[in-house]
């Protein structure tokens, strides 16, 4: 596979970190919603915190990707496909950076802190303190959550289907075996 049809070193090393920590602030926040036991706080303070890094992680991702585009996608694919795939990256990267977001602004509309690792370092609030905000930003980041959590699935379905059936570079793209690295 040549150079032009994978994607950068630090593209792939970063799609697949926050791959992982996607994938954990997902199943983290669904562990939260249905526990009160002992590990609260803990899984808590780990889901703000992974929050705040998939949201600096997500920037530093956008600019990387605008230093280092993408691969073209091949070019038999069908225009249908090419767009819903444009699209769904799309889609991602703003959930990347609108669910940590709205996460903060929840915390700060409910007047809780936000604290990064731990108490040592506070995030300042970012919306007034407001009750009814808290409560609507709450409903709005369960909804997120879902969307992303039902965007994840149809991209490790395409990525599947892309290496499973179809057998194109797609999937190769993004895996250590995309060949040479681009630096």
């Known amino acids: 596979m040549s150079c032009e049809k994978s994607f950068s070193l630090p593209s ?4 697949w970190l926050m791959a992982v920590m996607i ?6 926040g669904v562990f939260l919603a249905s526990t009160v036991g002992p590990d609260y706080n803990w899984l808590l303070t780990l889901h ?12 530093v991702r956008l600019a990387n990707r605008f230093c280092f585009p993408p691969p073209p996608l091949p070019d038999e694919l069908p225009p249908i496909i090419k767009t819903g795939a444009r ?13 940590p977001l709205v996460g903060w602004g929840m915390l700060s509309a ?6 990064l690792w731990g ?9 007034p303190h407001d009750p009814a905000l808290w409560a609507w930003l709450r409903s709005a980041h369960t909804l997120l959550a879902f969307l992303l959590f039902g965007l994840v699935l149809l991209h490790i379905g395409a990525a599947l289907f892309h290496g499973l059936i179809r057998r194109d570079s797609v999937l190769q793209s993004m895996t250590w075996q995309a060949g040479h690295d681009r630096k």
């Open 87 to 99: 699209a769904s990256h799309i889609l991602l990267y703003a959930l990347m950076i609108a669910m």
């Open 48 to 59: 703000r915190s992974l929050g705040i890094a998939v949201l600096v992680l997500a920037l």
């Open 12 to 15: 792939r090393v970063l799609h």
């Open 119 to 127: 108490q040592s370092v506070l995030l300042p609030s970012i919306l």
């Open 110 to 115: 409910g007047g809780y802190p936000v604290p």
């Open 23 to 28: 994938l954990a602030m997902l199943f983290i």
